[in-house]
């Protein structure tokens, strides 16, 4: 503590003493004076006629699984509680059409003639991350019950913009063909150590394979034993929305029976 | 709920079908013809050698506020949650000198040569505000024990850059004064309600005066009066930071005293 | 002249001293120190798979048209030039699929997928500023021949980005429905000074009608007569562009058939 | 040529008959129906109290100076031809406060308050560089005179923006240091050529030097040299601007009285 602390209350009668002798009126004078920064603002407008993506990610979520004890490779509570989150985010944000997670991420997307926030990049972010984050806190005990919540966790996001369908699409695709890679490496990885008694360094050495043959038969075969296990979904999660009604799916949004299942989702490239 | 509605349990199967006959090497393969869409993200680092301010602001915070039943015109309980968050960030992100909040905003100060996140903007502002967002919840019942938090609040936020010591002094001077003036007319406001007896729309009325000199008088009467009143601290706080260490103040941070002692908070203009 | 004025010879011979004593690689380490002010350089690339126009604005050509006695209500010679130049920058730069001007403003449009300067938007505009520039002045003898240029002009610009064909083409048809309506101004104005013997003072004042129904048929009837005159083809120019040969059109491009006639212009939206 | 080739005049006359059912009002509908397109135009302006710097190179200016027979190393007249054009740039542009130039580039420094084209940066830029440009055509004979001017030069740009002063002069400081380097190298390198009668070839790899002292020395001694040269000055340019007097030097900018010397470039960090 500083020799010169200032204890709140003897502050605060300095302050409130010197407030009783303004008047509201030379405030606001003093307030005019100072306004001029607000012209420091920058205009962070998204351009027109685009999709506005929002992609959150986990802040150290590495070592938060670890702490709260996720069940590897894929946790049903906390993957409930991400969709459970998106839900809120949909549920009180205008214009997003679709949303996909996996692991700690999530993405957003706003249709792309959207006026929210007059498509202003920061809000819309801000906005995002923010209310995720208040509803994972939120509904943690709906998902972990009496497992408490250890310490507020965060998330970082960005904002990216699709000017076509075909953009848009393949942005999505991306994200589930990351999603399937980590879960079938994640998946034998687990299942070495799990089941097959490896520590987690020897699945990590097993998993590093010379041939890309032998890479691609070990996992096929691994992938097919996966499947006798119970409680085997894939953990990605597609949340789509429909006048404050939101349905999450688990499934393919790569090939094109998604897409012709809801044609709401895309607008015309026009 | 549409009728070619795909439940989780099946389309999970297909999934996962599907996903036995690929490789990873073939994902890998996938994943790549998709990649390319990373480069529809835009660079948004802020100019270097300028101060990065972050500004929340809560979404709705007036029916929140009337919701969660917060004491008129300053709840403390609000206000000391809304400073432990603010400390939760402090905590968690690098580089933040000072922060200053009141009422449902609050404005974070990364020092000039932060390289914090490499300055990019996006990420300074969403992981400001879901740490924020976050720990709201976390802590709120410290503040409000067994009274409920209803639903999981959201705040907006923005970035703006300021090159010099003074035009970062403005803006929190601005911030400031804008503070003693809502302090001010809702204390005279409360007090007519509270103690006058009037309707809230009778005192709106009272304050709307025609003649600046009036104005200024009336308040200055209620000002004093309100001295008499126990916790009566102006409800605006900043927050310093010193090695993780951080120390909240209730004080005027408009003159130079404050500055004079806290000399470490702002870097030479250079 | 400062009291203290350096003439060029003494201080270059004091800087040729100083370097003297300086080696190239004790530069280095100086110029090493400096060098991190690149790092205020902003990223401006333009998002990918948007059409990308610059549009070009002559800076006081009213006045340079009044010194250079253009003549009314348009001058070929000038419009000849404008073109010139547009057709100069075509041949200069890659992956301008068309361009389009009227009066003293000219548009050109970069294909979606460019990446000449790497989408810089600062680099494609100013490059786009320059090369006009240069060249309206260097093929000023060919359209004006004995008349001297009296002082070198400027053009201002700027970046706009459109995502779709559909976005582009209203682009490009706001601006000739903005050249329709200046041309049928302009020559009504002019007929009734030319030809009508009314000061220009009159002329405006004509044409201020209160009533719609009049304006129209007032203009009809002037339109009508100046199909009479000679030389009377509209005054903007679309310049297309294949393998460096480049074509000028006086032509309508805001209904189907020019699009119809020339496919390659516009890319899929996808 | 393509078959559906449209001749100007029937084209021509296509589109006056479709005017001439044109009345102004119905062009002005349909113009109102295109004008969305504005909103896709970015806010770019320049963050507030920086210091903003337009820098123009030039392209292929090698190639350039070899077909226009520039004299090596330096030559006065290209030398002198873009001074002219800077200072053109400065009696045509408010609020430039220092220029600096050498070889084929040219920085512009705009104060730091100014607000000249609303401190818009594609506005600074492109105007900058038109400017440049047209001049450095329209000069053009003042210098070389009867030697003819090939072709349209093009230069290219960008704004970078400095927040204090110190940022300010050490970006010029960089400039010059690159340009002492340049400078130094070619006078070596041209003097080993055209005096020491070393093939281009031979000079260039007898300017690759292992050692760093070898290297010193060896520099150091045709610098000696070089002082002996008639028309030896550093070919860098300085233009300061005073109420549209301009004035070129030649001198050191890297040091303190150059800036003593002339207080009135730099404005307060405040």
Not at 152 to 172: I, K, S
């Amino acid at each position: 503590i500083e020799p010169n602390y200032h204890c709140i209350v003897p502050l605060g009668k300095t302050l409130v003493k010197s407030l009783a002798s303004l008047s509201i009126s030379s405030s606001v004078m003093a307030k005019s004076k100072f306004e001029y920064v607000r012209n420091f603002e920058a205009d962070d407008t998204c351009l027109r006629n685009c999709y506005i993506v929002v992609r959150l990610d986990g802040r150290n979520f590495h070592k938060f699984a670890e702490q709260h004890k996720f069940i590897k490779p894929n946790d049903n509570r906390a993957l409930g509680l991400l969709t459970r989150s998106a839900v809120s985010v949909m549920e009180e944000l205008e214009d997003i059409v679709i949303a996909y997670g996996q692991s700690d991420e999530f993405s957003f997307v706003f249709k792309r003639t959207t006026n929210w926030f007059k498509r202003r990049a920061s809000k819309l972010m801000t906005h995002v991350a923010s209310q995720f984050s208040s509803s994972y806190v939120f509904y943690w005990k709906e998902f972990f019950g009496d497992q408490p919540l250890l310490y507020p966790p965060g998330f970082d996001g960005r904002v990216v913009l699709y000017p076509t369908n075909r953009n848009l699409r393949d942005y999505l695709s991306w994200r589930q063909a990351d999603c399937h890679i980590n879960n079938l490496y994640n998946t034998v990885f687990w299942t070495l150590v799990q089941r097959g008694g490896l520590t987690t360094a020897q699945a990590e050495e097993r998993l590093k394979v010379k041939d890309s043959n032998t890479h691609r038969s070990k996992h096929d075969e691994t992938v097919t034993k996966r499947m006798k296990l119970p409680n085997e979904e894939e953990k990605d999660v597609n949340v789509t929305r429909s006048r404050k009604r939101v349905q999450a799916y688990h499934c393919d949004i790569i090939g094109e029976q998604f897409w012709e299942e809801h044609p709401g989702i895309l607008e015309d490239d026009s």
